[in-house]
């Protein structure tokens, strides 16, 4: 087919989107070409939000890169924080298992520490 001829179904065209069926009459066609540019109103504003959206989150997630880009890797500073977590459960670990064995013995805690 041909670009310059149009199909044979539609008696022409309205901007790009046949319009009128060549067996309806003119009120169907008038009809019909509101309702296919409302729809398409409604597409392109559901895509305006959708990109919206998009960099919306684009924006948070830079701005969060620029307030984190200074400081360490959140990983490191995660694996860090774990590590002291550790040191800090060691530490209590021990001052418990004195206070048992203090408790255990009846003696005083701070002599058992010492």
């Known amino acids: 087919m041909a670009t310059g001829t149009p199909p044979p179904e539609y008696e022409g065209y ?3 989107l046949p319009v ?3 067996k309806s009459n003119l009120s169907t066609g008038a009809a019909f070409e509101p309702m296919v540019i409302t729809r398409l ?5 559901g895509q305006n939000r959708i990109e919206a959206a ?3 989150k684009g924006y948070r997630l830079a ?3 620029m307030e984190v880009g200074n400081d360490r890797a959140p990983s490191e500073r ?3 924080e774990a590590a002291e977590a550790r040191r800090d459960a060691e530490r209590f670990e021990k001052i418990a298992r004195g206070i048992l064995e203090s408790l255990k013995n009846g003696t005083d805690f701070d002599e058992s520490m010492a």
């Open 63 to 65: 701005a969060w890169l």
């Open 78 to 80: 995660y694996m860090a």
């Open 14 to 16: 309205v901007g790009i």
């Open 54 to 56: 998009i960099l919306a």
């Open 41 to 45: 109103e409604r597409l392109e504003a």
């Open 20 to 22: 009128v069926p060549a």
